[in-house]
């Protein structure tokens, strides 16, 4: 049972243009929600987070959404460059430490 | 400042034998994670520790054996590796409940 979801495993997005990666849940205990990016050969590093009271967390490029009715988070990156290019992970958690994480989807941008 | 070191980077097993995979961190961190990434399966909890003696099981403990005698090391040992555990295992440091976590680069691991 697949308790956060990341229906698309892959996006291609022009360079300057916005990236949207999607992530859905079924657990409504989750109050806290994570996204990382990982490239080749290195492990995750985490991006941003949004706590469950929320419903938008902005830091420079990047934007979480959180619509927790639907129980979907969006990650939106504006503009999107190259060296965005990785696999992004969602993750979530409730109440604990244990992580519960997204299959991935891999976003190519190109020039 | 190296962060969180994994090694060895690449094992390559025979079925049945054991193996210990090193973590360390020098970032200070109480709490320290292991995880497996399998294909279209994302990251999955294997154990994790709050603290110098103190371990707890995650999603996919089964096989795996854990112990933190010191803050800075949280080695995962294999006792009779398995076709299975093929994996890439990460470790992952962060300081405190519900703070983002640092990762390793990972070690792959193949079993034969």
């Known amino acids: 049972d697949q308790q956060v979801k990341q229906n698309s495993p892959s996006l291609s997005v022009q360079e300057g243009r916005i990236s949207i990666l999607n992530c859905d849940y079924t657990?409504?205990?989750?109050?806290?929600f994570l996204w990382y990016k990982k490239y080749p050969a290195e492990g995750p590093t985490f991006l941003i987070s949004?706590?469950?009271?929320?419903d938008k967390n902005e830091d420079g490029r990047f934007t979480v959404f959180l619509n927790k009715s639907a129980k979907h988070l969006s990650l939106h990156i504006v503009p999107s460059q190259p060296g965005d290019s990785a696999v992004y992970f969602c993750?979530?958690?409730?109440?604990?430490?244990?992580?519960?994480f997204g299959t991935g989807t891999r976003l190519q941008v190109f020039p | 400042n190296a962060g969180v070191t994994q090694t060895p980077k690449f094992q390559v097993l025979k079925t049945g034998q054991s193996m210990t995979l090193q973590c360390a961190q020098d970032?200070?961190?109480?709490?320290m994670s292991w995880y497996r990434q399998d294909p279209g399966m994302g990251l999955r909890l294997i154990h994790y520790?709050?603290?110098?003696?103190?371990?707890d099981q995650g999603e996919v403990p089964n096989g795996y054996n854990v112990s933190r005698s010191t803050t800075e090391d949280f080695p995962l040992r294999l006792l009779s590796a398995a076709p299975s555990q093929t994996s890439v295992y990460f470790c992952?440091?962060?300081?405190?409940?519900?703070?983002?976590?640092?990762f390793g680069d990972g070690t792959r691991l193949s079993i034969l």
């Open positions: 993750a979530a958690r409730h109440n604990t430490d244990k992580l519960i």
């Open positions: 657990n409504s205990m989750f109050d806290y």
């Open positions: 949004i706590s469950s009271i929320k």
């Open positions: 970032m200070n961190h109480e709490y």
């Open positions: 520790s709050v603290g110098a003696g103190i371990t």
């Open positions: 992952a440091t962060y300081p405190g409940q519900g703070q983002p976590q640092h």
